[in-house]
């Protein structure tokens, strides 16, 4: 008999629940899953900027180092043309000189481009400025998902205010709150202002 009068109890103290507070309890839970989803788009933006980052200077250093290659080819290449001029060469050494002197200019325009492998300065410089961009556009990104988690946070404290004080003031300004903030993180993801 105990157990039937607290289960009736309880029923009576459910039918009792304020609407208001329902509603805060559902808005409550709509802006935490709005507030993870805010909070991985910028975890996200954040880590791409990072790694586009890391990608561009690879690519710059590996455009320095073709670059020293370059120069070391172009030196020695100098040197060949100016041994060249002499006339103390056997026409051994001469046909020598001249054949290394069309290794190295070769090897000199490989380094300035490579479109087979893209690894010539003029394809490296391209894929660093590209990663450059990538990291700029997630840079553009990640300041929107901040201000957003931060007004998702406040609202969802306001709410909590709201449903303790059964204050429809503070759900309502939550609402707001929670609404700018959504539309914030959406413009994090997509960019429109």
């Given at each position: ?14 039918k ?29 933006a ?91 556009l ?27 004080l ?19 993180g ?8």
């Amino acid at each position: 008999m105990g157990q039937a009068h607290e289960a009736h109890e309880m029923a009576e103290q459910i039918k009792h629940i304020d609407q208001n507070q329902i509603k805060g309890a559902i808005l409550v839970s709509i802006l935490a899953m709005a507030l993870a989803i805010v909070s991985l788009g910028g975890n996200n933006a954040a880590k791409e900027a990072t790694q586009e980052n890391i990608l561009a200077a690879n690519a710059y250093n590996f455009y320095q180092a073709k670059n020293v290659r370059q120069t070391a080819y172009k030196l020695a290449a100098d040197q060949i043309e100016a041994d060249l001029l002499g006339d103390k060469l056997s026409p051994k050494t001469r046909e020598y000189l001249q054949k290394k002197l069309g290794d190295y200019q070769k090897n000199i325009a490989r380094y300035e481009s490579e479109p087979e492998t893209k690894e010539g300065k003029k394809e490296l410089l391209a894929i660093a400025k590209a990663h450059e961009k990538h990291r700029d556009l997630a840079l553009q990104k990640d300041p929107w998902f901040d201000y957003a988690e931060s007004l998702i946070q406040i609202a969802i404290v306001l709410t909590s205010v709201g449903i303790v004080l059964g204050s429809m003031v503070f759900i309502w300004a939550s609402l707001g709150l929670g609404g700018f903030g959504i539309l914030l993180g959406l413009n994090g993801f997509f960019l429109v202002v």
